[in-house]
């Protein structure tokens, strides 16, 4: 397929974004939270509702400081909100304590940065701890083991202590301990921020791969936008504690509003252009300059002759200079970069017109 043709071709796949299906059910409601630590500091979150449905990955990001983790901790009660509420499968976790809270906990599991293994413990010994302390059988147990460890690709390490073990082997385990006791929510505190790429991705298809098999919903709070794009089916950006933008990924990444979100696709279109054209682009126009257009394809106007407009509507002559497709949540995202020769004094009439169908357009600079 002609790589230029891609980026409309493969958009029309994104018509069926997330926003058009039917809403799952929800499994997680969270309602006008609010968590104050130390009242002379404000709230480090502050009124954020939010429903997360069930099966979904949701990610939660944020820079260092937004309030991931204390979010991440209202939802398995390891912190107290200072008023709000969250519910789980309709049970209010932020109104339990003692057993009942425990009782709770074993259907909200979770896995963390540094893996918390008790390195004592064979890979085998530590799966086996959250079934010995929630006091299943011993023959249980010893059928669980295998199970487990096959489901997350370790049976070859059943014996190895942690010590033996590779960061990605480590975090294998913790997630095969985490899934002992078949919960319904995964809640990932940056996972794989201690990993290489190459391990990152792995680690991730695991969890994909696991979300898919089981109908986990897995909720994981990272810094990483590129770990969302990976993974998530839904985001929300935290900023300062307050919920700024949320919904599907594809329509957060593609339309974003938040700073966070944006900086996300400046990062995948800015080194696009070739140092021979980036090293001449201008801010303003010149005597005989040529605008630098960049166009965003996502969403419902994929099937628009974008380019065919261009030439015959607005008189452009397009020199296409980089065409790049980035996949989120498995649906396309298209950036097209061209100068378009003769185009300057038309530019506001090909922006409005790219904005009526839906698509983003944006002056990058102007060449000579
Ligand atoms: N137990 C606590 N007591 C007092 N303040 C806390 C406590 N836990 C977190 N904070 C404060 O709450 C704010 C938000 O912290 P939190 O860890 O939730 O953010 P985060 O987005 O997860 O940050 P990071 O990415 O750095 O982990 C920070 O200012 C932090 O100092």
Known sequence: MNALARPFSVAAEA???????PKPETLIRIEDLTKVYDPKEGPVLDGIS?????????????????????????????????SGRVLVSGREISSLSGAPLRAARRDISMIFQHFSLLSSRTAAGNV?????????????????????????????????????????????????????????????????????????????ALLKD?????????????????????IASHVTVLEHGKL??????????????????????????????PRQVSERLR?????????????????QAAHEPV??????????????LHGRIDYIDDKPLGVLTLVAAGGTPTLPGVLAYLSSLGLHGEIVGHVL
Do not use: W
């Open 307 to 320: 380019l065919a407009a261009l030439v015959e509507q607005f008189r452009i002559r397009p020199n296409i």
């Open 50 to 82: 939010l429903a997360i449905g069930k099966g979904d990955i949701h990610g939660i990001i944020g820079r260092s400081g937004a309030g991931k983790s204390t979010l991440v901790r209202c939802l398995n009660g390891l912190v107290a909100p200072t």
């Open 244 to 273: 700024v933008e949320s919904g599907p990924t594809f329509d957060v990444l593609a339309f974003p509003k938040s700073q966070v979100a944006r900086s996300f696709l400046s990062s995948i279109v800015a080194h696009d252009l």
């Open 210 to 230: 696991i979300n898919r098999r089981l109908g986990l919903t897995i909720v994981l709070i990272t810094h990483e936008m590129d770990v969302v794009r990976q």
């Open 15 to 21: 018509r069926l974004s997330s926003a058009d299906l």
């Open 128 to 204: 086996a701890l959250p079934l010995e302390v929630a006091g299943v059988e011993k023959n249980e147990i010893r059928r669980r083991i295998p199970e487990l460890l096959e489901l997350v690709g370790l049976s070859a390490k059943v014996d190895a202590y942690p010590s033996e073990l590779s960061g990605g082997q480590k975090q294998r385990i913790g997630i095969a301990r985490a899934l002992a006791l078949n919960p319904q929510v995964l809640l990932s505190d940056e996972a794989t921020s201690a990993l290489d790429p190459e391990t990152t991705e792995q680690i991730l």
């Open 283 to 299: 801010p303003s126009p010149a005597p005989g300059s040529s605008p630098v257009l960049r166009i965003v394809f996502a969403g």
